[in-house]
Each structure stands twice: as C-alpha cells, then as structure tokens.
C-alpha cells in the first residue's frame, strides 16, 4: 500500500504519528500546501523512509493527481478541511486510486426553506458519481473519522450484534475539555466547527426521510462516560444522519454535540455580522474571506495539547428492541488529553480522529474490508475494525440504559 496523506496539519500529522507504529504500507508521502508542515510531520519521525514530505494544491484534481502517479500511490487519505473534498476525490479518481476522507463534500441550504427541507445535502456530489467509482472497480470510503467514522462502525455494529429493530441512532459528541489562557479556543478547525453548527441541522426519519431544523435545536442533557459528566447537546449538521440511513435500518437519526451556551453564543455573533462567512470580501488592497479571517485569529488547534485538559467523548445511542425487550445502548469511545499527549504528543481532539482512517487503511490493506463504489463505514463489517482499534491501544465502550 502506497498513501498519499493531503494535510500536514493537527489530525494529519496525527496520523503520521499512529501510522508510524503500524507496518502494513510500503510508503506515506505527507503532502501540504506548506511543505514545510509536511515536512515537521515526517521529521518527528525521521528515521523511518517510508514517509516522504511533498508541497500539493489540495485545490486542484490535477495537482493531487500527478503527485499520485508519481509516487505511484493506491490510496488517498484526505485530511484537510471539507471546502477540498472534490478536487482531491476527483483526482483520486483520475489517477486510479482508492480514495478516504474524514467530511465529505459540503452541502448548500435549500433556498427558500431552509430550516425545513434539505437543498444539497452533505456528500451528494460523491454519491452522484458512485457508479463511476463502482465500475472503475475504485473505493471512495467516505466519512471515516471519528464522526463521522466510528460513530457509523458503532452504528453498523449495533444493527448486527445488539438490536432485532432499532428506533434511534443517535450520534452524541461531548467532552470536559479546558484550555488555559484562552477564553475562546476550539479544539477543531474553526473552519468546519462554522459549516456544521451554522448549516441547518439534517434530521432523517423513515417514514419522512430527510429534513432540517434551525441551527442548536433540540437540546438535550446527555450524562457521558469515564467523568465527564452531563454536557447539554443540540442538533448540529452532520455527515452520519446522510449515511446511516443508507445501510442500517432505524426509524430515526440524529447527530447532537456538546456546545455549550458560551459556544453556541460566540457562533451567533459571529453568523450575526457576517463573519461566518466564506465569499472574499475587499479590505483596502486585498479580498479575504471572513471565515479564513476569523480562523487566523484563532490559535492553531493542533497547538493546544499541552494547554488542555479533561477527556472527549465520541458515541452513538442506540434504542430499540432485542429479543422481545426494550433496550437503549451507548457505544463510545473516550480520550484523555494527558494520555494522548504523553503517549503520541497530540491533543484529544484530532488523535482520537485520526486514529480511525489509520486503522480503515490498515483493514483494506489486509483484505478484512474491501468493496467498489462511494461506500460509508457502516458498508463494512464493524468487527474487524473495533477489534484492530483495540488491538492500537485505544478501547471502546458500552454502556447499557444508554
């Protein structure tokens, strides 16, 4: 297996760190539009040949394509912020190699209703060329983060081993993290946290399918595991809702995170004046997106490990029934900052993302998953990938009552 890693940023640099420990590819070419990111990324690892730094336009399909043919790549592991999905699945595709990402293509409110219908939805421009991928006998493994990614494993697993029907699948994101000295630092891209809490919430129900909401409707208190408590979570936009449905059976699904009012506040403001937004408006001599302006503002997420402090928690409520009886479960998957940090030197945040495409890659290179088309996670069978998650070092959990 020969990968080409777009992103030299927090969670790919992340990746290089997991994959370093891993034996199953010949080479990982790290490749950023800053080389010299790409190139911090492999020199923590610098003994190692089989990684290589390179400089690509994620924004180009022919930039990404040549880099493949070059390094004669057969896997294309995305991991740069969504606005770059196209073009780098696009040159997966022109250069013949199997293709993963962790968000998919963005989505567009519908115009005239868009707290109510759906207009693009997230992942459509992928699945619209599905049939190209199938018949070129490609893989596009598509939302295989951690959400999407091992919520959608959670999901598939819980269809196949704990319910005979289910009602919900309810994907819910908390943490207790902190970070000193700031009072507003996301611990993800300030980018992608904008496009998926301002975009109209995606709900999807059997006997409705899909449809929206306003933004941070619904809120709940959900009581997550191993300490970190009850943390207040509303509806968000999300790739899961657009996948689940496809391969498992629920009569509802839905994506809630853990914001918080102070969260939620800052977000509103920022909606409120515009600065949310990502067309290039003039400033003196120069056009710059306000979104980009807002995310230079802002530190850098893969900098804060060694300022936070506490746990996040990735999971999926399942409710239904089995063997007759109600049941309700929550399947999770939890990281502590100090752990993370003390054993890879990467923040809770995008090591616990990044720990899921490593693995996804490791399964296609042993054969345990394979197949052809745009597929989600939940395509593939969920045992091989939570045993190998586990046999990384990182364990899952179950909690029954949900």
């Known amino acids: 297996m ?24 010949e080479t990982m070419v790290v490749a950023d539009y800053d080389i010299s990111r790409a190139e911090r990324a492999v020199a923590a690892h ?26 004669q790549v057969t896997h294309v592991f995305n991991a740069v912020d969504p606005r770059f999905v196209m073009p780098i699945f696009e ?14 293509s963005l989505s567009k409110p519908h115009p005239d209703e868009p707290h109510a219908r759906t207009g693009v939805k997230l992942g459509d421009d992928q699945f619209a060329v599905a049939d190209q991928w199938e018949s070129a006998g490609r893989l596009a493994l598509v939302g295989i983060g951690v959400e999407p990614g091992l919520s959608d494993v959670f ?41 998926e809490c301002l975009n109209p919430p995606v709900v999807w129900e059997k006997d409705r399918g899909w449809f929206t909401t306003p933004p941070f409707s619904e809120p709940e208190v959900f009581d997550f ?14 790739e899961e809702v657009l996948l689940v449905p496809r391969w498992v059976d629920a009569k509802r699904v839905t994506f809630k995170y853990g914001l918080g009012d102070e969260f939620i506040t800052v977000l509103q403001v920022l909606h409120k004046i515009g600065l949310d937004g990502t067309d290039k408006v003039r400033v003196g001599d120069v056009e710059v997106s306000p979104r980009d302006v807002v995310a230079a503002c802002l530190p850098d997420p893969a900098t804060l490990g060694d300022r936070m402090t506490g746990k996040t928690c990735a999971g999926t409520l399942v409710t239904g029934r089995k063997d007759g009886a109600d049941r309700s479960v929550y399947l999770y998957h939890v990281v502590d900052n100090e752990w993370s940090m003390a054993e890879y030197g990467h923040q809770a945040v995008v090591w616990q993302t990044a720990i899921n495409p490593v ?44």
Do not use: K
Request: proline share 4%.
């Open 91 to 104: 040159g997966a595709f022109a250069a013949g190699a199997d293709y993963l990402d962790m968000a998919m």
């Open 46 to 71: 610098a003994g190692d040949a089989r990684f290589v730094a390179a400089q690509v336009d994620a924004s180009s399909a022919d930039a990404v394509a040549g880099l493949c043919r070059e390094h």
């Open 225 to 238: 595991p191993e300490g970190i408590g009850p943390v207040e979570c509303v509806n968000v936009e999300h």
């Open 359 to 402: 693995v996804a890659l490791e399964l296609l290179s042993s054969g345990a998953w394979g197949g052809a088309g745009v597929l989600g996670p939940e395509a593939f069978d969920a045992v091989p990938f939570l045993d190998l998650l586990t046999a990384y070092g990182s364990p899952w959990g179950m909690r029954e009552g949900g």
């Open 2 to 25: 020969r990968i080409l890693l777009v992103g030299a940023g927090g969670v790919g640099s992340a990746a290089v760190g997991i994959a370093a420990r891993r034996d199953f590819f």
């Open 155 to 195: 999901a598939r697993y819980a269809a196949d081993h704990l319910f005979d029907d289910i009602d919900e699948v309810g994907i819910r994101d908390g943490a207790n993290l902190e970070v000193a000295g700031y009072d507003f630092a996301p611990s993800f891209s300030i980018w992608t946290t904008i496009e």
